[in-house]
């Protein structure tokens, strides 16, 4: 099969390799119809080191299960399915919790053996504790705002639900990215009645505010807190950080009230931060994290299956398999918001 593979920095290829095959009996072999580049993946695609034996990419997929293995009861070959960024047994006391992201015997595709989900199929352990089966046949139009459930429209909400956003809220949303953005449907989905969106990208704002942000916010470091503050008559309660730099956070500090909570969701990019005594004494809860993307999937597909959101919308751009390492260039170059990414 074909399937894109990182090399290093930058390095992007889409070669030849082995078809997946049922190695365990909880194993299911998935044909991808769908999958696309994560902002996360921009990471190592900015820094990581060159190696000769490259990292399958890819961790966003869904696609029709061709075969699987002998204990796998609740799939068929032939069921559309979603697949949440990481898998899980769903059986330890961990998803037993909806943690799934802890499973003790989960993990990440594209590591230990298991394909990456930028490619022509994927073997998917504990098929039957990670994938979700869809009720759409595999040329619906739904089929992005189904996929964003694979990743982003799940963390959006995390850090929606992590926040304690509810009705009558005043949101701070930090970040115009695709996380950013589903985390506006989310806070509107949740009853906020005033979202502010940090964003400089009019394009992406503009998006935002279509999917209900009330207030756009440009600005960065103390001239953009200044003006959330002034927006929200001092601040706000609710802040949902999607981007991952020490200035994100700072301005979530800067933006929240004494007494608020900042949930985290942007994969931090700092080793340490302001957790010292001035933070302490204003009361801040620090919460977010790694979406246990599998816990939500359920709850946000009936919304995706009748249009009441379309987080699909994130995804501006399709590139065919072979033009995978163009999809890489054209997000990191800020031409893409989210690309698309077909076999």
């Known amino acids: 099969m074909r399937a894109a593979v990182m090399y290093g920095a930058g390095d992007v290829r889409v070669e030849n390799r082995p078809d997946p095959k049922i190695v365990r009996a909880a194993d299911a072999v998935v044909r991808v119809v769908a999958a696309c580049v994560c902002g996360s993946d921009l990471w190592p695609y900015r820094s990581m080191p060159a190696v000769d034996t490259g990292r399958p990419m890819g961790h966003e997929f869904l696609g029709v299960v061709e075969e699987t293995g002998a204990d796998v009861t609740g799939l068929n070959a032939g069921d559309l399915v979603v697949a949440p960024f ?23 595709y594209g590591f230990d053996g298991v394909d990456g989900g930028q490619g022509e199929a994927v073997r998917v352990p504990y098929a039957d504790g990670t994938l979700v089966k869809l009720p759409v046949a595999a040329d619906s139009a739904l089929l992005p705002s189904l996929l964003a459930l694979s990743d982003v429209m799940t963390t959006g909400h995390h850090g929606a639900v992590t926040a304690g956003v509810g009705r009558g809220d005043t949101v701070l949303v930090v970040g115009d990215g695709a996380v950013g953005l589903c985390a506006v449907i989310a806070a509107r989905r949740l009853g906020a009645e005033r979202i502010v969106l940090a964003g400089r990208h009019e394009a992406r704002t503009g998006l935002g505010r279509e999917f209900g942000a ?130």
């Open 214 to 343: 009330t207030d756009v916010v440009p600005e960065r470091g103390e001239e953009g807190i200044a003006r959330v503050r002034d927006l929200t008559g001092g601040g706000v309660d609710k802040v949902i950080e999607a981007v991952g730099t020490r200035q994100s956070l700072d301005t979530a500090l800067g933006a929240v009230r004494d007494g608020g909570t900042i949930s985290r969701l942007g994969f931090p990019q700092y080793e340490e931060g302001p957790i010292g005594p001035a933070p302490f004494r204003r009361n801040i809860t620090l919460t977010g994290g790694v979406s246990p993307a599998r816990a939500y999937i359920g709850q946000l597909l009936p919304d995706v299956l009748d249009g009441t959101i379309t987080p699909g919308r994130v995804f501006d751009r399709a590139f065919p398999l072979h033009q995978t390492p163009d999809a890489y260039r054209a997000m990191a170059d800020r031409e893409v918001l989210k690309a698309l990414v077909t076999p």
């Open 86 to 108: 990481t898998y899980s047994d769903n059986t330890c006391d961990y998803c037993a919790k909806g943690l799934y992201t802890s499973c003790r015997n989960g993990g990440r």
